[in-house]
């Protein structure tokens, strides 16, 4: 059985593909970023400062929103609206969303 220990984090990393930034400038701010990773494609609301409420965000991590798609079969391994609607499928699921809480805002907003 695989387990999240076993999973590289760099070799997922390597794997990270962003496909599109669309900033939200006339609502509250942040971005759309969508793209792939490790047979993964994801949609997040990614924020430059963090919610005020920090139940809001996964781990933290300025994410307030994040769909994660398994690409062979279709199937949502994870969904986060500003709450866990569905919780990781999957150890490679579980370590994707690790990898995006730790870095994602600070890959896009530089910060």
């Known amino acids: 059985m695989t387990t999240n220990n076993d999973i ?4 997922l990393l390597d794997t990270l593909k962003i496909n599109k930034v669309h900033r939200r400038h006339l609502s509250t701010g942040g971005a759309w970023v969508t793209g792939a990773m490790a047979g993964h494609r994801f949609e997040a ?3 430059p400062e963090h919610a005020e409420n920090a139940a809001y965000e996964i ?3 300025r994410i307030s929103k994040l769909w994660l798609q398994r690409i062979e079969d279709r ?7 500003r709450g ?5 499928a999957t ?5 994707i969303v690790g990898l995006m809480a730790a870095g994602l805002a600070e890959h896009i907003f530089g910060e």
């Not at 590289?8 to 070799?11: I, R």
């Not at 199937?75 to 609206?81: E, F, I, P, R």
């Open 75 to 81: 199937a949502t391994v994870y969904n986060w609206d």
């Open 59 to 61: 781990d933290h991590s």
């Open 45 to 47: 609301l990614v924020f």
């Open 84 to 88: 866990a609607d569905i919780e990781p």
């Open 91 to 95: 150890p490679v699921a579980a370590k």
């Open 8 to 11: 590289d984090a760099g070799d």
